[in-house]
């Protein structure tokens, strides 16, 4: 018999918004997840008019409040199952605190929260209710990051001494702010985005892939926020200098104002047996270098196991259900992946055997904290003259 369809609730999304479209198409990738409700707008007049306008059938909500409110009187089958939240940063916190006090499991957007209290509210709750959270670290779904992280973590490049992870974009190198893109709008304001621009939009997303694959964390670092594009109020250039909790040293870095560079998000791995290089722009693939030896290429799809270099090849990442190789995934496949680990815990969550999530399938809520510490940490540093800040 074929499983009941899990539903999904919109907080943002409305008219020209972004990342709306890539979460909802992965909603959509599997037939076992819809989308059946939202919140599109602040305004509630606003809200019910792009909500009526949507491609396909939407039951409307004039806020996030009513929409939790009114899902929760409807029975299980019916109501949503679980809240998407993809409004700015700055709209985070209050949606998904009231989805978690009702006992909605949550999908929300990157950074997590604006401020770190927030942040670890939102941790307490999701440990007292032990209710599904994942944050829309989107790389992290990927099969090439996935495998990666059996890579480094399984010792295969020995001891890590160097990382270097970066998202490097170009989209601000101007005022593109003044020219009525939205997006680029809120991100410039500390009210709407938090206290850091471009550390906070994608060096959280840096932070993410480090830790993901290599299992180690920051312990301390020094901070360098710039701003090139002249009033901007918030970094478009965020370089951080990290120690990590094994001794090995990282750099987790981006910039929005480097020309030529659309999604540049990468990692390079250092350890004292090889290197492993990873590159968002190219996600079908992952580069090991060993010495002396000719480049290995790694492919979704072309793993054989123990060839050599790799040993055992976890059966999760040889058997992806997804389309043969060769045939590009990208993006909108890695949201899939998500989502469809989310709505996994989300049905664990219903009948009773959720065991909580361990990070090794998407990012937690606690990621999410850990993201917001790092840029409370990179914010110190750069305001007292780069000194060494713990996290
Ligand atoms: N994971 C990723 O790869 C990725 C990529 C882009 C953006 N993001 C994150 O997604 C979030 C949204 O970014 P975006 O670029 O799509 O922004 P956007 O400006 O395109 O869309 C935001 C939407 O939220 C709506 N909104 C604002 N306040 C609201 C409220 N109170 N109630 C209901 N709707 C409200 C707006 O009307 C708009 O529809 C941000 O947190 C951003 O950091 C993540």
């Not at 909603?27 to 606003?46: K, M, Q, S």
Request: glycine share 10%; aromatic share 8%.
């Amino acid at each position: 018999m074929s499983k009941r369809i899990v539903n999904v609730g919109l907080v943002g999304g409305g008219a020209g918004a972004f990342i709306v479209h890539p979460h909802q198409k992965a909603i959509h990738f599997d037939g076992t997840r819809r989308v059946t409700c939202a919140a599109l707008h602040p305004d509630p007049a606003v809200a019910l008019e792009e909500a009526r306008n949507w491609t396909y059938p939407l039951r409307g909500y004039g806020s996030y409040e009513e929409m939790i409110a009114e899902e929760m009187k409807k029975p299980i089958g019916e109501r949503m199952d679980y809240v998407l939240i993809v409004t700015p940063n700055h709209v985070h916190y209050g949606p998904a605190k009231m989805a978690l006090e009702a006992g909605i499991p949550v999908f929300c957007e990157k950074p997590l929260t604006v401020t770190l209290e927030e942040a670890q509210d939102l941790s307490c709750i999701v440990k007292e209710k032990n209710i599904p959270f994942c944050v829309a670290h989107t790389y992290l779904g990927h099969w090439s990051t996935r495998m990666c992280r059996h890579i480094v973590r399984t010792g295969l490049l020995g001891k890590i001494r160097w990382v270097d992870a970066y998202y490097i974009q170009g989209w601000l190198a101007g005022r593109t702010e003044d020219k009525g893109v939205v997006q680029a709008e809120w991100r410039v304001d500390p009210k709407r985005a938090g206290i850091s621009g471009c550390g906070g939009d994608i060096g959280t997303h840096a932070l993410m892939q480090l830790r993901y694959v290599t299992g180690l964390e920051v312990t301390r670092l020094q901070g360098f926020l710039e701003a090139f594009v002249e009033g901007r109020r918030l970094d478009d250039h965020f370089t951080t200098y990290c120690e990590l909790n094994n001794g090995a040293k990282a750099l987790v870095r981006a910039s929005q104002i480097s020309i030529g560079h659309k999604n540049d998000l990468g990692l390079e791995v250092n350890g004292e047996k090889g290197t492993l290089r990873w590159r968002q722009e190219e996600p079908e693939k992952l580069v090991i270098n060993l010495p002396g030896q000719p480049d290995r290429v790694y492919w979704r799809g072309e793993i054989q196991p123990n060839d050599g270099f790799l040993g055992d090849v976890p059966a999760s990442l040889l058997q992806e259900p997804t389309i043969p190789s060769g045939h590009s995934e990208g993006f909108h496949d890695a949201f899939a992946r998500l989502h469809r680990f989310f709505e996994e815990d989300v049905r664990a969550y219903q009948n009773g055997s959720y065991k909580g999530e361990d990070g090794a399938r998407y990012a937690t809520v606690d990621d999410g904290v850990v993201g917001i510490a790092f840029l409370n940490a990179a914010v110190e540093s750069n305001q007292s003259d780069h000194k060494w800040v713990s996290m």
